[in-house]
T-cell receptor
């Protein structure tokens, strides 16, 4: 069964520093990969997605992610974070079954940006 | 363009009671998925509705049931509530079958259920 592992439950970082949030997935077939962000007391908002093509994907708010098939990873990066980036970040993989698909999420990484 | 809307936003129930949560999908979407997000965890897939039928189901007991209406809106029902059912319940919508979409979901703000 497909699964998603987010290697860090919490990542503290200072404002304007770079950050990387790590994500590994397990799948034997082609995958669609996603990063979602959840601000306090809100639902999930799509940051970026990898469907095919270029392995470097750019998303909203200056985030980008790199798909690495050999390492089954999809790490999220930002070169300079802001206080407003403090949130929970979820990596997800799309799983297809019987003509339908669903998203399987990792446990999340809490990004805390300090001044 | 209205996004995914859920109601109620917050509710408190006691053990053994029943609860109904409601969801209206994003305009143009016909598939609704429900997720449970316990505190400090990632969302867990409950089930998915398309054409008024349950199409996929996660590892949740039969106490969790749902419905989809002809206008694509959906309800999640939970019977015999347990303390462990306390969570944020997220509704997400998408368009059609897997062959026509990438799996991207659009989420509502969620309904926070507290069971005492």
């Amino acid at each position: 069964a497909q699964s998603v592992t987010q290697l860090d439950s919490q990542v503290p970082v200072f404002e304007e520093a770079p950050v990387e949030l790590r994500c590994n997935y397990s799948s034997s077939v082609s995958v669609y990969l996603f990063w979602y962000v959840q601000y306090p007391n809100q639902g999930l908002q799509l940051l970026l997605k990898y469907l095919s093509g270029s392995t470097l994907v750019k998303g909203i708010n200056g985030f980008e992610a790199e798909f690495n098939k050999s390492q089954t990873s999809f790490h999220l990066r930002k070169p300079s974070v802001h206080i407003s980036d403090t949130a929970e970040y979820f990596c997800a993989v799309s799983v297809f079954s019987g003509g339908y698909n669903k998203l399987i999420f990792g446990a999340g990484t809490r990004l805390a940006v300090h001044p | 363009d209205a996004g995914v809307t859920q109601s109620p936003t917050h509710l408190i129930k006691t053990r053994g009671q029943q609860v109904t949560l409601r969801c209206s999908p994003k305009s143009g979407h016909d598939t609704v998925s429900w997720y449970q997000q316990a505190l400090g965890q990632g969302p867990q897939f409950i089930f998915q509705y398309y054409e008024e039928e349950e199409r996929q189901r996660g590892n949740f007991p039969d106490r969790f049931s749902g419905h989809q209406f002809p206008n694509y809106s959906s309800e999640l029902n939970v019977n015999a509530l347990l303390l462990g059912d306390s969570a944020l319940y997220l509704c997400a919508s998408s368009q059609g079958l897997a062959v026509r979409n990438t799996g991207e979901l659009f989420f509502g703000e969620g309904s926070r259920l507290t069971v005492l």
